[in-house]
């Protein structure tokens, strides 16, 4: 199975730009969003779509996302030294995780 980011652009540009330039035209921000729930999810792939309902005759328009492991080796490093970043920061005002939203 596959996972699936939809995106739903505030204006019609950016999904012709989307309808037209496919892959490439996805950005940097929701690329890595998609390769991470990759990692999270350990899925191989991942549809990326985006809907416009103002476009009538074709209103969504999908691409499939290959997992990049470039991407999976950068969160095998960062994410880790973020939740030790995060248990840091939380240890310094008297909490561990998930103490602080009693």
């Known amino acids: 199975g596959r996972g699936l980011e939809l995106k739903c652009p505030f204006t019609s540009r950016d999904f012709m730009k989307f309808r037209?330039?496919?892959f490439e035209a996805?950005?940097?921000a929701y690329m890595a969003q998609v390769q991470?729930?990759?990692?999270v999810t350990g899925k191989d792939?991942?549809?990326f779509a985006?809907?416009?309902?103002r476009m009538k005759r074709e209103g969504i328009h999908h691409v499939v996302v290959e997992r990049d492991e470039k991407y999976m080796s950068d969160f095998n490093e960062m994410v880790p030294e973020f939740i030790s970043k995060m248990d840091e920061s939380l240890a310094e005002i008297g909490f561990?995780?998930?103490e602080q939203w009693k």
């Open 20 to 22: 037209l330039g496919g």
């Open 26 to 28: 996805i950005k940097s």
């Open 36 to 39: 991470f729930s990759m990692w």
């Open 45 to 47: 792939a991942w549809y």
């Open 50 to 53: 985006n809907y416009d309902p």
């Open 96 to 98: 561990t995780f998930g």
